[in-house]
């Protein structure tokens, strides 16, 4: 049973390079997200998707490009790096055929440092 | 949009002392509101949840109360063991096609063997 698996789960690169980072889940879930963890913020939505070619914003999308050409696959591109967007990033899954109140599973975190 | 606020950051008890984290939402629409534990290097793990037609949930040791006139919820964690310690989230969703769930801060709490 792997659940939800980001990578890589440590990355340094520097600004202006363009990074993706990766999630994939095995439970065939509808819905995926991406989250940043900033201290004080707690967890801030990027970009979500509600099937496989469906994206959508989220708080803070700047800077950020999804895709989601298989149900399973999220990734998330930073196309131009910048230091305010070193972070701790989580990806997340959720059910939609049991009704809407469904709990999103994370994965453990992909840890991003820009210099 | 919505807006979570939690209280306090941070949570120091005694071992085999209860524990209680304050969130206050702002949307009255919302109506979804899971706890999620996390710790360190670890992504959140939902430990409870509770749905806006529901005043109070209980799970062995932790139980969530929901007072939607006054917008606000509360985890209550009893007999706290050290293994309890991590950082502790409050969300709140609404139940529209976007299913995004809003955060508070986070609450360190540390149980003290």
């Known amino acids: 049973d792997a659940g939800i698996t980001q990578s890589p789960r440590y990355k340094i690169t520097e600004t202006g390079r363009q990074v993706t980072l990766m999630c994939h889940q095995t439970w065939s879930h509808s819905y995926m997200f991406w989250y940043r963890q900033d201290l004080g913020h707690g967890l801030r939505l990027i970009y979500y998707s509600a099937a496989a070619d469906i994206t959508d914003k989220g708080e803070v999308p700047d800077g950020y490009v999804v895709s989601r050409s298989k149900t399973e696959n999220f990734p998330l591109t930073l196309e131009s790096a910048t230091r305010s967007q070193t972070s701790v990033y989580f990806c997340?899954?959720?059910?939609?055929?049991?009704?809407?109140?469904?709990?999103?599973?994370f994965g453990d975190g992909t840890r991003l440092s820009i210099l | 949009g919505e807006n979570v606020e939690q209280h306090p950051s941070t949570l120091s008890v005694q071992e085999g002392d209860s524990a209680v984290i304050k969130c206050t939402y702002s949307?009255?629409?919302?109506?979804?509101f899971p706890w999620y534990k996390q710790e360190l290097g670890k992504g959140p793990q939902l430990i409870i949840d509770?749905?806006?037609?529901?005043g109070e949930k209980k799970d062995q040791r932790i139980a969530v109360t929901l007072n939607k006139t006054a917008k606000h919820f509360s985890l209550h964690i009893t007999e706290t063991q050290p293994e309890d310690s991590a950082v502790y989230f409050c969300a709140a969703s609404l139940d529209t096609g976007r299913r995004a769930l809003t955060f508070g801060s986070g609450t360190r709490l540390q149980v003290q063997p």
């Open positions: 949307d009255s629409a919302s109506n979804y």
């Open positions: 997340a899954s959720s059910e939609t055929d049991r009704g809407p109140y469904q709990p999103q599973h």
């Open positions: 509770i749905r806006s037609n529901v």
